[in-house]
Nanobody, 128 residues
Framework: QVQLVESGGGLVQAGDSLSLSCAASGRTFSSYGMGWFRQAPGKEREFVAA????????YYVDSVKGRFTISRDNAKNTVYLQMNSLKPEDTAVYYCAAQYRPANYAYTYYKNTGYSYWGQGTQVTVSS
């Protein structure tokens, strides 16, 4: 089992950058596929980015490609989401998610149901 704690959210202006971190407990962090999701008010939680546990391959939703970067530091049990050129539509609660050795990750990385563990979320607000 793993516990996830996000940090780094805040209030920024459009065009600014923000870096989110997700610290995971446990000794097998390197075996977890890690994802970032977000939920805006009145909307469903949606996929943002993911990074595989084996190859380090990364995945992004089209709306953040070229602006957001997901990375992981297995030595620090931490996954990051660097967000650049932020837009008001990026405003949401951002959640970190983990799945232990996910099978067929290339087909599940974007699904809420593809992850067993979730953090409590961190608010990101982008003003125009």
């Amino acid at each position: 089992q793993v516990q996830l704690v996000e940090s780094g959210g805040g209030l920024v202006q459009a065009g600014d950058s923000l870096s989110l971190s997700c610290a995971a407990s446990g000794r097998t962090f390197s075996s977890y596929g890690m994802g970032w999701f977000r939920q805006a008010p009145g909307k469903e939680r949606e996929f943002v980015a993911a990074i595989s546990w084996s190859s380090g391959r990364t995945y992004y939703v089209d709306s953040v490609k070229g602006r957001f970067t997901i990375s992981r530091d297995n030595a620090k049990n931490t996954v990051y989401l660097q967000m650049n050129s932020l837009k008001p539509e990026d405003t949401a609660v951002y959640y970190c998610a983990a799945q232990y050795r996910p099978a067929n990750y290339a087909y599940t990385y974007y699904k809420n149901t593809g992850y067993s563990y979730w953090g409590q979320g961190t608010q990101v607000t982008v003003s125009s």
